[in-house]
């Protein structure tokens, strides 16, 4: 009997998670996380305003993987044939796979840990009766509207540097969101910035001096890409300027035949999005099935990079503004498709779940 592969994943995101459980029971997996759970990206805003919520949305990584072993720590560095991680375990591999999307220091390390979390950021929204939200971006503009859908009376202030918001999406659809957050009293304020190092309120006064008086704020920009400790690694040629790790159509690293990676750490030109890391996972997933059976296969799986801006961002508990690939459409049919459950059941069931 042929002993089974052992397959690292690094990181337990949407991608990582996905394939550890799509390898758990006919692969030797070993997934490596400084967290003990997976967290749906896309609920984290509701569990802001419902902390209860997270009990559904954060899911333990031992709830859906039966046989794979989970090592909680960060990576530390790899080379062809192992990853070493923080703790000082050297995992051995036969594939391996990068799932590293965004950094992920100092953040709660259990499922427990991260629930308190929200219930502290709960109790700070709840004494407010101003907030000021930095970033517009799908973070920054879902936020706004879960607040001000469920506490209709607190003076919310958006802070944008970009000219206009949702800007991964088209123009049509920042007008949209713009206008349903003014129609709910939300203050935009774009082309401006705050910075964020050492912020303290209630006093916040952007780059062109304007005063902003707030009893909260919360940060909602961009994290970095996960990719620093591969800077020290063998891997280390094959990041690009913004620390994306190259891959070719494929998947796979540049230049290797058992390294793939996936979701935002991947240098694919598209937006970075976790529906689509779910999309590459399920590439990555075909590959090492056929590469086990056949490490000569001619014919790989290929990903192709979403070519037009396409997503869906909620706005509160009803509405939301889609991108389609044939209109840009806002109101109660997107906010039907996504803001009810943020995709939470869906998410559960791929991991083999009750919803």
């Not at 007008?175 to 910035?193: F, G, M, Q, T």
């Amino acid at each position: 009997m042929a002993l089974k592969k052992r397959i690292v994943v690094v990181g337990g995101g949407v991608a990582g998670s996905t394939i550890a459980k799509n390898f758990d029971l006919e692969a030797d997996v070993t997934l490596i996380d400084p967290k003990d759970y997976f967290e749906v990206p896309y609920a984290a805003l509701r569990c802001t305003v419902e902390p209860t919520f997270a009990e559904r949305s954060c899911v333990k990584h031992s709830e859906y993987l039966k046989k794979a072993k989970l090592v909680q720590s960060s990576a530390q560095s790899v080379s062809d044939s192992a990853v070493v991680t923080v703790s000082g375990d050297k995992i051995p591999y036969d594939f391996l796979v990068v799932c590293t999307g965004s950094t992920y220091t100092g953040g709660p390390a259990t499922k427990a840990e991260r629930i308190k979390e929200y219930q502290a950021d709960n109790k700070k929204l709840e004494a407010a009766d101003s907030v000021l939200i930095i970033g517009g971006g799908p973070v920054g503009v879902e936020l706004a509207g879960e607040i001000v859908v469920d506490f209709p009376t607190k003076k919310v202030t958006l802070v944008h540097s970009g000219d206009r918001l949702i800007d991964f999406l088209g123009p049509k659809a920042s007008k949209k969101a713009l206008k349903w957050l003014k129609s709910k009293n939300v203050e935009v304020i774009l082309n401006d910035r705050i910075e964020v190092d050492g912020l303290a309120g209630p006093i916040y006064t952007t780059n062109k001096g304007r005063t902003i008086k707030a009893d909260a704020h919360f940060v909602c920009i961009g994290k970095r890409v996960g990719s620093s400790w591969l800077r020290d690694s063998e891997l280390s040629s094959l990041l690009d300027d913004q620390g994306h790790l190259k891959v070719d159509a494929n998947l796979r690293v540049e230049g290797k035949t058992n390294i793939f990676a996936c979701g935002d750490i991947v240098n694919t030109v598209e937006i970075k999005q976790g529906f689509l890391a779910g999309k590459q996972a399920g590439v990555v997933t075909e590959n090492i099935k056929k590469l086990s059976k056949d490490p000569k296969v001619s014919k790989l799986a290929v990903y192709t990079p979403l070519k037009a801006p396409f997503g869906l961002v909620s706005l509160g508990r009803a509405s939301g503004v889609a991108q389609l690939p044939f209109a840009t459409i806002t109101g109660c049919l997107p906010g039907m498709v996504k803001s009810k459950d943020l995709f939470v059941g869906q998410a559960r069931k791929g991991l083999g779940l009750a919803a």
